[in-house]
């Protein structure tokens, strides 16, 4: 299994959710664990997620989360765990 973390953070609006979750089931990508809440109309989602099943690339990927942001008006970026966890390290 080949995981990654992916954030999501911007203005509260309806749909976010369910255009990140749509996105990544078109790309046979699977969430794994998903938390998220609003804070002060801010939204902010974080999602591990199994990428074993995307055959096109890991930076392909990660332009197409991004861009997938861009159209919904939030910052989406994807992080391959190992590098997440070592960034995150205390």
């Known amino acids: 299994m080949k995981r990654a973390v992916i954030t999501v953070v911007g203005k ?3 749909g976010i959710i369910a255009k990140v979750c749509t996105f990544l089931a ?3 990508i699977n969430i794994l664990d ?3 809440t609003i804070v002060g109309g801010f939204f902010n989602m974080m999602m591990i997620v199994d990428v074993s099943g ?3 690339g890991y930076q392909e990927m990660a332009d197409g989360v991004e861009s997938l ?3 919904i008006g939030c910052t989406v970026k994807m992080q391959r765990e190992e590098i997440f966890n070592s960034m995150n390290r205390l």
């Open 12 to 14: 509260d609006s309806v």
């Open 26 to 28: 078109e790309k046979k």
């Open 34 to 36: 998903i938390s998220q």
């Open 54 to 56: 995307y055959d096109d």
């Open 69 to 71: 942001g861009n159209d």
